[in-house]
C-alpha cells in the first residue's frame, strides 16, 4: 500500500481499526495468478507473536479456503471511517477535494482448522465478540446438543498468523494546523457517523 510518510500509522493503531471494524476483504492468490477474495469478520488476536493472528471462517462450498493449503500470501483489508472532504471548508486560496480515511492492510499465509474443537473454538469467539456478554447474548451453548459439531460441517475455520501490519492514516496532516481544525468541525457537525468518526481520528494525531 503506497503511504507517504506523514499518514503512516503505528502497528498498535492498526490493531485498533481491525478490532473495531473487523468486517474484512480476505483477498489470496490463486494458482493462475488472479486473486480470490470473500468479503467476512477477522478477529484480531493476540497471540504472543510480533504482529498477532486474524481468526474466521467461509462456508466450505467457497472454494477460497482451499487455496490455503498451498500456502498462499494473502492480504486482509480492513476499513476503518472515512469520509470527503469539500475545499470549501479550507482557508480561502487554491484547494482541491480529497478523501480522509484510515485503513489497515494485514498479510499472513491462512491456515485451515482441521478439528472440530478448534472450530467451535473460533465460532465461539466470533459469537462472544459481536454478542457480548450480556443475558440475553447468543452462544453456542444456545444449539441442541450436537447441533454445533454439525454446524462445522458446513464451514471452514481457518488461522492467519500476520507477518506484516501497514497501518495509513490519511487524515489531512499534511494540511495547515487551521484547515485541519476546520475539517474537523465541519465533519463532527455531520449527521454521518463516518463523518464524526473520521473527525475523532483527526483528532488523535493533531499535533
Same mark, same amino acid.
Given at each position: 500500500?503506497?503511504?507517504?510518510?506523514?499518514?503512516?500509522?503505528?502497528?498498535?493503531?492498526?490493531?485498533?481499526?481491525?478490532?473495531?471494524?473487523?468486517?474484512?476483504? #480476505?483477498?489470496?492468490?490463486? /494458482?493462475? +495468478?488472479?486473486?480470490? *477474495?470473500?468479503? %467476512?469478520?477477522? !478477529?484480531?488476536?493476540?497471540?504472543?507473536?510480533?504482529?498477532?493472528?486474524?481468526?474466521?471462517?467461509?462456508?466450505?462450498?467457497?472454494?477460497?479456503?482451499?487455496?490455503?493449503?498451498?500456502?498462499?500470501?494473502?492480504?486482509?483489508?480492513?476499513?476503518?471511517?472515512?469520509?470527503?472532504?469539500?475545499?470549501?471548508?479550507?482557508?480561502?486560496?487554491?484547494?482541491?477535494?480529497?478523501?480522509?480515511?484510515?485503513?489497515?492492510?494485514?498479510?499472513?499465509?491462512?491456515?485451515?482448522?482441521?478439528?472440530?474443537?478448534?472450530?467451535?473454538?473460533?465460532?465461539?469467539? #466470533?459469537?462472544?465478540?459481536? /454478542?457480548? +456478554?450480556?443475558?440475553? *447474548?447468543?452462544? %453456542?451453548?444456545? !444449539?441442541?446438543?450436537?447441533?454445533?459439531?454439525?454446524?462445522?460441517?458446513?464451514?471452514?475455520?481457518?488461522?492467519?498468523?500476520?507477518?506484516?501490519?501497514?497501518?495509513?492514516?490519511?487524515?489531512?496532516?499534511?494540511?495547515?494546523?487551521?484547515?485541519?481544525?476546520?475539517?474537523?468541525?465541519?465533519?463532527?457537525?455531520?449527521?454521518?457517523?463516518?463523518?464524526?468518526?473520521?473527525?475523532?481520528?483527526?483528532?488523535?494525531?493533531?499535533?
Amino acid at each position: 500500500m503506497y503511504i507517504p510518510k506523514h499518514f503512516e500509522g503505528s502497528e498498535n493503531a492498526g490493531r485498533q481499526i481491525m478490532q473495531a471494524h473487523s468486517w474484512a476483504l #480476505l483477498m489470496t492468490t490463486g /494458482e493462475d +495468478g488472479a486473486p480470490f *477474495a470473500t468479503h %467476512l469478520s477477522l !478477529l484480531w488476536q493476540d497471540d504472543g507473536s510480533p504482529h498477532g493472528s486474524l481468526i474466521g471462517h467461509m462456508a466450505r462450498a467457497n472454494a477460497h479456503w482451499k487455496l490455503f493449503a498451498r500456502p498462499a500470501d494473502s492480504l486482509a483489508l480492513f476499513w476503518g471511517p472515512h469520509a470527503y472532504v469539500s475545499p470549501t471548508w479550507y482557508t480561502p486560496g487554491v484547494k482541491v477535494p480529497t478523501w480522509n480515511y484510515v485503513t489497515v492492510h494485514a498479510y499472513g499465509r491462512p491456515q485451515v482448522i482441521e478439528d472440530t474443537a478448534g472450530a467451535l473454538e473460533v465460532l465461539g469467539k #466470533l459469537a462472544h465478540a459481536y /454478542e457480548g +456478554g450480556g443475558a440475553d *447474548a447468543w452462544s %453456542l451453548d444456545r !444449539l441442541p446438543p450436537g447441533n454445533a459439531e454439525a454446524q462445522t460441517r458446513g464451514i471452514v475455520a481457518f488461522r492467519m498468523p500476520l507477518v506484516r501490519l501497514e497501518t495509513k492514516l490519511k487524515l489531512s496532516q499534511n494540511r495547515e494546523l487551521v484547515d485541519r481544525h476546520r475539517v474537523i468541525d465541519r465533519l463532527t457537525a455531520s449527521d454521518r457517523q463516518d463523518s464524526q468518526e473520521t473527525a475523532d481520528w483527526m483528532k488523535r494525531v493533531l499535533p
